[in-house]
């Protein structure tokens, strides 16, 4: 691009491309991340390792593009002894568990129903009750009627039905406390054989591996986006402050020709020459590289020519020659 000639404005970023670019760098962090924390680790009971079993592909359908991301496997390994014990333990835990199995169909004709079972707990303690108790029950009432008649108290008295009365009451308490306790270790007994299942169904327990995922400092993700943005944002402003000063030395020149001070003339300032009156000093018609392709065409002289003719017309403009054309023939 010339001094003169307008600069480009910057192309605004592509969304798609911006797009891939941050998913990209998004998920090259991440798999870098993720790859960080996949340390191998040795115990005195075992090891952790990762490998790397392969990819899969992922479209974004905005972007459309593919990623492959990597997929890890881990794998625990005992050490000899507790793949040992672990092995025992597995062949104990199924023969305890086939023996509860059979245990299991044993239950189902040995547990009646609640209230049978509490029916015939019941029974059979007053049966078991009376055989003990009732003795001991006759000798204490005779007891206490012999008491009484010693006394004066006649049966049928009312002091009599209240003596006999309190031995009527703590014999029913000594039979309901017999059927409490009874209930309670008979229970016990029906839940034996469904403690001992559980018993069984219960195993030791191997010692894994005391292994703990490592935590390294995580690779920050890099803002594409933003950097993409950024760039535009500068490259546009730089743009727009080339437009300002081509603007503002454009405008100075024309001022300049307007009052008569020299004006750029240099040949390698000017496009679509076409020379139009030949002569000691040719005449050309042009137009500045700077101007529209159809706009009105100037005429004038090529300074590079005058320069061998009438040098004190030109004027050294820094890269460029420029004409003083108060010195020049008018031009027609």
Not at 9 to 17: G, I, V
Not at 41 to 70: A, H, M, V
Not at 76 to 91: G, W
Not at 185 to 205: C, D, R, W
């Amino acid at each position: 691009m010339g001094l003169f000639s307008k600069p480009d404005a910057p192309e605004p970023p592509d969304p798609r491309e911006t797009s891939a670019a941050q998913t990209g760098t998004n998920i090259s962090t991440a798999t870098a991340n993720n790859t960080m924390q996949m340390v191998d680790q040795f115990t005195p009971y075992g090891n952790l390792t990762y490998q790397k079993t392969g990819t899969e592909s992922i479209f974004d359908p905005f972007t459309e593009k593919t990623y492959e991301i990597p997929r890890y496997s881990s794998t625990q390994t005992l050490n000899p002894m507790q793949q040992a014990t672990l092995d025992e333990t597995q062949s104990a835990e199924f023969n305890l568990g086939a023996l509860a199995n059979e245990r299991s169909d044993f239950l189902r004709d040995y547990l009646p129903t609640t209230e049978a079972a509490t029916d015939s707990i019941d029974n059979k303690l007053y049966d078991l009750g009376r055989k003990r108790l009732d003795p001991r029950f006759a000798e204490a009432r005779d007891a206490l009627t012999s008491k009484l008649a010693n006394k004066g108290i006649a049966p049928g008295s009312e002091a009599y039905n209240r003596e006999m009365e309190l031995l009527g009451r703590n014999e029913t308490d000594a039979y309901n406390q017999l059927l409490l306790s009874g209930r309670g270790q008979a229970v016990n007994e029906v839940n034996m054989p469904i403690n001992q299942i559980t018993a069984l169904l219960s195993g030791s327990q191997v010692t894994n591996p005391n292994v703990s995922l490592a935590q390294p400092q995580g690779a920050a993700t890099t803002d594409v986006a933003s950097l993409v943005n950024q760039n535009y944002n500068q490259r546009y402003q730089n743009y727009q402050s080339e437009v300002g000063q081509r603007n503002s030395l454009l405008g100075g020149m024309f001022d300049a020709a307007a009052a008569g001070i020299p004006v750029w003339s240099d040949q390698r300032l000017k496009k679509h020459i076409q020379l139009v009156r030949p002569g000691a000093l040719n005449v050309y018609e042009y137009r500045y590289i700077w101007e529209r392709d159809d706009a009105p065409k100037r005429r004038g002289y090529m300074a590079q020519e005058v320069l061998g003719i009438v040098p004190s017309a030109v004027v050294q403009g820094g890269r460029y020659l420029a004409l003083d054309y108060s010195k020049l023939p008018e031009v027609s």
